[in-house]
């Protein structure tokens, strides 16, 4: 008897624990809601929860819709955002706004912290260097072009795990002076390198076919 109601107890406490405390936020679905698309990430770091996440991306970004995605339309797109992220308009996403993303806007890329400490994944400079990468945050092409295990079999953390590229944190990556805040002629310059990563033979064109599928997100359809 000593045993059943010892094991009841602890089933009740693991019920207990496993509720969110009150007033308390319960965690994100990683993967958008029931019957909806999974989650994925564009480059610039915006969301798409619904259906095929990445083709919304694609077509949104396609302004003229001839199914090329230029470098042009790429950082438009890329701008578009960051004017949702810069709440003040003052051409700056600083600490306050970067803390918004990340609790209010993408809050399932920090729920899995990177081996580097100090937070959050994404905090660490992309591609894993020590210090800010050359030619800003973005790093090199090792491990940033999203391919699955094809990526030399890194580590996707963070916002990497639902993106073409493997940077954990896309607004914090576009940080190449590590200040801290994002200026637009930063986020100009890192949606410039994002695309030039993602445009593998080099033509100035993106197409959908030819884009990697991030690991999350769902397989691509076989011909």
Known sequence: MRWIMLAAGCLWATGALAQPLEGERPPPEPDGPPGGGR?????????????????AWFAGADRDGD???????????????????DADG????????????ERDVV?????????????PAGRRPEGGRRGP???????????????GPQAGGERRDGAARWSLLNIPQPVRGADADLSGRVSLEEWRAAASR??????ADGDGVL????????????????D
Do not use: H, M, W
Request: charged share 20%; no cysteine; proline share 12%.
């Open 39 to 55: 989650l994925f990430i564009s480059p610039a770091g915006e969301p798409f929860r619904q259906g095929d996440g990445r083709a």
């Open 67 to 85: 199914t090329l995605l230029t470098e042009a339309e790429f950082r438009l797109d890329a701008e578009r955002f960051f004017a949702v992220l």
């Open 90 to 101: 003052n051409g700056t996403i600083d600490g306050f706004e970067n803390q918004a993303y």
């Open 107 to 119: 809050p399932e890329i920090t729920r899995l912290a990177g081996p580097f400490g100090g937070g």
């Open 133 to 147: 990468p050359p030619g800003g945050g973005d790093g090199g092409l090792r491990g940033l072009l999203g391919k």
């Open 194 to 199: 994002r695309f030039s990563l993602l445009d």
């Open 207 to 222: 197409t959908l076919d030819t884009l990697p599928n991030p690991p999350g997100g769902p397989p691509r359809p076989r």
